[in-house]
């Protein structure tokens, strides 16, 4: 078997790594999966045993690539937020040498960076995509395993009160968004609705009819959640 892509070439059997004037030639376990990411073919490291290494970020681009391709959009955006802040802690990190204080580094580094509730997300991500690697034979058991689910701690909202307007007033009144939303209580997705139409200057009135919101990836107006 061999694979040609711009920047290598992988061949078998054996893992030696040859260097040419272009590229490298890299020899693996054929029976083991490669990786594409575009147009470039990613190869994994070879172990003493002549098996393959899985790091981390490979891993988990070929967990959503098999196992969470059906997941919506904003989903999607919401997990890569997070893998954002994962990825410096274990991205490069082998799936076998992942430790528990591994991923409790991680855990941590979301909870003081997003807060306590992406924290939570974050543990079930993490604890999903390792489960399913140990289902898929790349370790034996999961490090997340030995690790406590976050606690998230919820805070009381409270009214607004006079010195709060004080301080908001110089920020609201310079954005008519932010009016709107602030002293005629609409939503985002209604104010983003908003047309010329919409507006009654003669009577000062505006008409909220529609909102924008975005569904399966896709940014659509239809009909407010109330009237």
């Given at each position: 078997?061999?694979?040609?892509?711009?920047?290598?070439?992988?061949?078998?059997?054996d893992p030696v790594i040859q260097q040419t004037d272009n590229c490298a030639s890299?020899?693996?376990?054929?029976?083991?999966?490669?990786?594409?990411?575009?147009?470039?073919?990613?190869?994994?490291?070879?172990?003493?045993?002549?098996?393959?290494?899985?790091?981390?970020?490979?891993?988990?681009?070929?967990?959503?690539?098999?196992?969470?391709?059906?997941?919506?959009?904003?989903?999607?955006?919401?997990?890569?937020?997070?893998?954002?802040?994962?990825?410096?802690?274990?991205?490069?990190?082998?799936?076998?040498?992942?430790?528990?204080?591994?991923?409790?580094?991680?855990?941590?580094?979301?909870?003081?960076?997003?807060?306590?509730?992406?924290?939570?997300?974050?543990?079930?991500?993490?604890?999903?995509?390792?489960?399913?690697?140990?289902?898929?034979?790349?370790?034996?058991?999961?490090?997340?395993?030995?690790?406590?689910?976050?606690?998230?701690?919820?805070?009381?909202?409270?009214?607004?009160?006079?010195?709060?307007?004080?301080?908001?007033?110089?920020?609201?009144?310079?954005?008519?968004?932010?009016?709107?939303?602030?002293?005629?209580?609409?939503?985002?997705?209604?104010?983003?609705?908003?047309?010329?139409?919409?507006?009654?200057?003669?009577?000062?009135?505006?008409?909220?009819?529609?909102?924008?919101?975005?569904?399966?990836?896709?940014?659509?107006?239809?009909?407010?959640?109330?009237?």
């Amino acid at each position: 078997t061999r694979w040609i892509t711009d920047e290598i070439i992988v061949t078998e059997p054996d893992p030696v790594i040859q260097q040419t004037d272009n590229c490298a030639s890299y020899q693996i376990h054929p029976r083991e999966n490669a990786l594409w990411k575009g147009n470039k073919l990613i190869y994994l490291s070879h172990k003493s045993t002549g098996g393959l290494i899985m790091i981390y970020k490979l891993w988990y681009q070929q967990y959503l690539q098999l196992y969470k391709r059906k997941i919506a959009e904003k989903t999607r955006e919401s997990y890569a937020r997070i893998e954002t802040l994962i990825e410096p802690v274990i991205g490069e990190k082998e799936l076998e040498a992942i430790s528990p204080d591994d991923i409790q580094a991680a855990l941590v580094r979301v909870e003081e960076t997003a807060g306590s509730r992406q924290a939570q997300i974050a543990y079930a991500l993490l604890h999903a995509a390792f489960s399913r690697a140990v289902r898929s034979r790349h370790l034996e058991r999961s490090p997340v395993e030995a690790i406590d689910k976050p606690h998230h701690v919820s805070k009381e909202g409270r009214v607004l009160e006079g010195k709060d307007w004080e301080l908001l007033a110089p920020v609201v009144s310079a954005n008519v968004a932010y009016a709107l939303m602030c002293f005629a209580g609409l939503r985002r997705g209604e104010v983003l609705a908003l047309q010329k139409a919409d507006i009654d200057f003669k009577n000062e009135f505006i008409h909220v009819c529609k909102q924008r919101i975005r569904t399966k990836g896709k940014i659509i107006t239809k009909t407010p959640k109330s009237e």
